[in-house]
């Protein structure tokens, strides 16, 4: 038996399936660049709305479509101009033009900030000093004449300052918009797949990374805290750090207060699949070490370990379960720079549903982490970080690569 069908009925059902066959309007993104060039995050950010990534290792092509840029520096091999021509999209030269499309209101679904690399001083503690924080403060100005907000990712560190990058975080609060920030190396795959249980409880960790000890040292705090903020009772952010280089990280490894971190340094190591043979103090001829005291008691050490290895690992003891819970985190058997796939998945899923895959509180908490064991570093000190009460709770399920 056949149901009438009125022609209004007819009209909303044709209506319906023009909508189902019609594709959806990508979100706009205007892209906040330091410098464009090859194998900048810029290039492997930017590159992938531009021309499709694989999350998972699955191609997929982008549902958000960079629309404008500006270049706050122009390398001496930039391939933003010629970028612009292929795709089709405008660089201009103040953020502002780029927000609002040449115009004088916003005109963008969201704001893809990517602050790294480019010719930036150094200052005297080691820190590069990116401009995350002014580029950022012009986006903050746009959303207040046009009264209108939108999601934004700032790339890495939010600053190498904590006031900045507390502020900024301060600011996305007040203004209400969503913002999301951090590294992609949380994000790769982890070999073996290691997820810590939500709400476990965790006697000690520790984190192996390497390289410079700023951009790389980002990486490596930020592969502890996407891991610790599972423990149980939430994280409730960190009371001191103490920097230690030389053959002092040795000794401490080695003294009363920091013997739980053998059998962890091993057991990381031992997923390693970059790792000189030799003992760590024969090969990491200036080792450094990030010692972290959580408020709520837990202990955690990174070792930047230059010379003995290669990539990131991480370690920690679970009360109830056996042995060492420890992976690695990428891979050299799987497809370069894959980690930033995953990370533009994030991206794009924010700029999509205006809700973040990870709270951008890990990113501030690791930011003034790092910023404080800098100060450390020049103190010669451990530092007491009262800033760094910040309480978040982790999704339950986190987002990384799995295959």
């Known amino acids: 038996m ?3 069908l009125t022609r209004r009925g007819f009209l909303a059902a044709g209506a319906v399936a023009a909508r189902a066959e019609t594709p959806q309007k990508k979100k706009t993104v205007a892209a906040i660049i330091t410098e464009y060039r090859y194998l900048s995050h810029a290039d492997v950010i930017c590159g992938r709305f531009l021309d499709g990534y694989s999350p998972d290792n699955v191609r997929i092509e982008p549902r958000s479509q960079i629309v404008s840029m500006y270049t706050d520096q122009i390398a001496k091999k930039d391939m933003s101009r010629d970028l612009a021509q292929k795709h089709g999209f405008p660089i201009y030269p103040t953020i502002a033009e780029s927000l609002c499309m040449g115009g004088s209101k916003l005109a963008v679904d969201a704001v893809l900030l990517v602050g ?3 010719n930036y001083p150094t200052n005297e503690k080691g820190q590069k000093m990116y401009p995350r924080f002014d580029l950022y403060q012009r986006i903050i100005d746009v959303f207040k004449t046009s009264k ?7 790339d890495k560190h939010l600053s190498y300052s904590w006031d900045r990058a507390h502020l900024m975080y301060k600011q996305s609060r007040q203004m209400g918009f969503p913002l999301m920030a951090g590294s992609s190396i949380p994000v790769t795959v982890r070999v073996p797949e290691l997820e810590l249980p939500i709400d476990c409880q965790i006697d000690n960790a520790l984190v192996v990374g390497f390289g410079d000890l700023d951009a790389y040292g980002f990486h490596t705090l930020e592969c502890l805290q996407c891991m610790v903020e599972r423990r149980a009772g939430g994280e409730k952010g960190v009371d001191s750090v103490e920097w230690i280089e030389g053959d002092a990280v040795w000794r401490w490894r080695d003294s009363e207060q920091g013997r739980w971190s053998i059998p962890l340094l091993e057991a990381a190591l031992s997923k ?22 959580y408020r709520d008691g837990l202990q955690a050490v990174a070792y930047m370990l230059n010379g003995h290895a290669a990539n990131w690992a991480f370690a920690a ?11 690695q985190f990428g891979s050299s058997k799987i ?15 924010m700029f999509i549903t205006g809700k973040p895959l990870y709270p951008v509180e890990r990113t501030l908490l690791t930011s003034g982490t790092l910023a404080f064991l800098f100060d450390s570093r020049m103190a010669k000190k451990r530092l007491m970080t009262p800033q760094l009460s910040i309480a978040y709770r982790a999704p339950q399920h986190a987002y990384f690569q799995k295959a």
Do not use: M, T, W, Y
Request: aromatic share 6%; proline share 8%; glycine share 10%.
């Open 2 to 4: 056949f149901s009438r």
């Open 272 to 293: 390693s699949e970059k790792v000189k043979p030799g003992r760590p103090e024969e090969n990491a001829k200036r080792p450094v070490a990030f010692l972290v005291q």
């Open 317 to 327: 003891n679970l009360k109830g379960k056996p042995g060492v819970q420890a992976c």
């Open 148 to 154: 209108r907000v939108v999601p934004v990712f700032s």
């Open 335 to 349: 497809r370069g720079l894959a980690h930033f796939d995953g990370l533009v998945h994030c991206i794009e899923e």
């Open 116 to 118: 790294e690399h480019g």
